[in-house]
Every structure is written in C-alpha cells, then in structure tokens.
C-alpha cells in the first residue's frame, strides 16, 4: 500500500480541500511514491532518503528526535508535493529509521551534518526547509550554514536546545552514571523497545550547536508553529526565537489545541496551508522579479497567530505582553505584537 497514499486517507480530506485546494488533484492519479534509496559517504553513515522529482522551490523535511522520514507529517508533505508537482526530500538521520550507524555515536553536531549531506547531494535550487521538533532546531543550523540555498524556514514545535535542557534536568545521579559508563538508557515511548540508549557525547558534541539566548543571522521567511498544549517543548522556546531571529518576515502560529507531534488532521491542514502559502509567495515574487528587475520587495511584520474556533474577539498575553486580538474566519484568530514593529526587537 502506497504509505503517503494510507496517511492522506487518515485525516480529513475535506479539510485539506477547504483550506489549500490541493486534494482537488486526486490521490488516485498519482503514481507510487519513489522507493527509498541510500546516500552512501565515505566520512559516515549511509542516509536512507525518499526523494520526489518537481519543480522548485523544493521541500527538505527534517524529522524529530527519535521520529522518522515515514511520520504523519513527512507522508503528508509528500502528498501535498506530489500533488503540486514540487521537489521534496525525506530522509532518515543517522542512527536513526532506516539508516545506518548508531545512536549512541550520534550528536546534534552528526545529524547536523547529515542534513548538509542531504541538502548538498540530493536536492537542486532554493529549499524550504520544515524541520519538525528537533528538525527545527537542525534547520536554523542548516540556514545558518546555507543561506544562499534557503527559501524559508518552517519550524513545527521547534525543539532548540533540548539536549542542553535534558542534561540540566537530569538528576545528578544520572549525571554522574552517564559520566563515568559514557552511556545511559533512558525509558522513550518513541520506540519499539520503551528506551533508548544515549552516549554521554551526544551531551558534550551537541551543547555547541545551542542557538537560543544569541542572534541568529537568518534573513529569509520564518513560519514558527507551536502548540498551546505542549508538554514536551513549550511554546515560549518559539516566542524567543522570534526575537531572536535576524529576519523581519517571522510569524509565531500557535494552535490552542496543538500538542507536541502536531499530527492531528487540523495540524496538518495548518502545516500544509503555511507551506502553500510560503510557495505561492516565492514564486509570485520569482514573477515579479523577472518581470520588474530593479524592484525590491519589503519584508513584512512579525505576528503571532493563534487558531481558535470558539473566540470572536478579546486579548491574549504572551511573554507576559497584553496584545489585542480579533477574529479573522472561522478556523483562525490573529493576534497582532504591536511591540514588534519597534526597537523591543533584538537586533
């Protein structure tokens, strides 16, 4: 059974057709998905990958920690780009999913460089990147090292620093056992077995590649989405990177009743409509380009959405900021950061 087929089926398709358009294009006359194949380096591991030939800008999807190129999420995209006939690219980190190596050899420092393998060998033109949980986090490192090659980002309960959070709230005794044995099992309901088994480099290698609390030169389109109801990555980690980010043109998303896999059919709805939008933007501006040489576009304000069905009209504090809100259609309110236009902004 095609899987990006199966998955497209698992949530609304009338949904997907309200907001984007796109399931207009029926699932039924696409072909089978690529099959997977191996990018082999002589300096690492060898990268499963699935990659869909389109046109551009393509899409690079970059999975969580200890998630995979066949979620929800990365089967939803390719049905969305499929269906648009645009480039994408899955992949399996190191360590991880179909690919080989170990995890206990495996650090954000590794997986970053994964992801530069990926973008450097498999794909071709701009990217927009959508990195999902620690994906996010990867994907600002890959800007950051690529910008000529990035379109946009879209971070999806972007994950930042989460490695430096989970040796700071271990207990010492944990500490001391991951020193002194180099490894440590921890209990994950994220695979097969119940834990997984972390080497105490994957602390040491991964804490240089922290981004928050500096300035990230990142000048392209950031679409950060987050879930209210987070339990493993609060939102307000999306919040500072807002601030943080060099680029004026960031918008925060928060979904009342997104959690942290955002996988629910609305969550991928919003995550599909985010990208569609971010494409016909990019191309519009491709068209505009050509047509008008000498013109330069002008980036756009920061903002915070948040989708609620049930408000009409009232205000919300974030980051303990009062900021009015109003009602934009029946799926979505917006919620404007008057602050964000002036010098409250980190540069």
């Not at 057709?17 to 002589?42: A, D």
């Not at 498999?122 to 950051?144: E, K, Y």
Request: with cysteine; glycine share 8%.
């Amino acid at each position: 059974v095609n899987m990006a087929l199966a998955a497209a089926k698992r949530f609304s398709l009338r949904r997907f057709s309200q907001i984007t358009g796109w399931f207009h294009r029926s699932f039924s006359t696409l072909e089978p998905h690529p099959e997977m194949q191996y990018l082999v380096r002589e300096d690492g591991p060898d990268l499963a990958y699935v990659a869909t030939e389109g046109r551009g800008p393509g899409i690079l999807f970059l999975p969580g920690f200890l998630s995979n190129m066949d979620s929800t999420k990365a089967l939803a995209l390719e049905g969305y780009c499929r269906a648009h006939g645009l480039a994408y690219t899955r992949f399996d980190y190191r360590g991880l999913g179909h690919s080989r190596g170990s995890i206990e050899n495996c650090s954000i420092g590794t997986w970053k460089q994964d992801c530069l393998d990926v973008l450097d060998h498999l794909t071709s033109g701009q990217q927009i990147i959508v990195g999902s949980s620690m994906g996010g986090w990867l994907m600002f490192l890959v800007a950051m090292n690529r910008p000529q090659r990035v379109s946009a980002l879209v971070g999806i309960a972007t994950a930042a620093d989460f490695v430096k959070k989970h040796w700071e709230q271990a207990p010492i005794i944990v500490q001391n056992e991951w020193k002194e044995k180099g490894v440590y099992t921890f209990p994950s309901e994220y695979t097969d077995s119940g834990t997984v088994s972390l080497g105490y480099n994957w602390i040491q290698d991964s804490l240089p590649y922290c981004i928050l609390g500096t300035r990230m030169p990142i000048g392209c389109p950031v679409r950060l989405i987050h879930g209210l109801y987070d339990q493993d990555v609060p939102y307000q980690t999306s919040a500072q990177i807002l601030e943080e980010l060099d680029t004026k043109d960031v918008d925060l998303i928060l979904r009342k009743a997104g959690r942290h896999r955002m996988n629910e059919p609305e969550d991928i709805a919003l995550i599909i409509d985010t990208i569609d939008k971010l494409v016909h933007s990019i191309e519009m501006g491709e068209e505009r380009v050509e047509e008008h040489p000498d013109v330069q576009g002008q980036q756009g304000g920061k903002e915070t959405h948040v989708e609620d069905a049930s408000s009409t009209h009232g205000t919300e504090n974030i980051q303990g900021e009062q900021v009015d809100t109003h009602f934009e259609d029946e799926h979505y309110e917006t919620v404007h950061k008057s602050h964000v236009h002036g010098t409250s902004i980190k540069d």
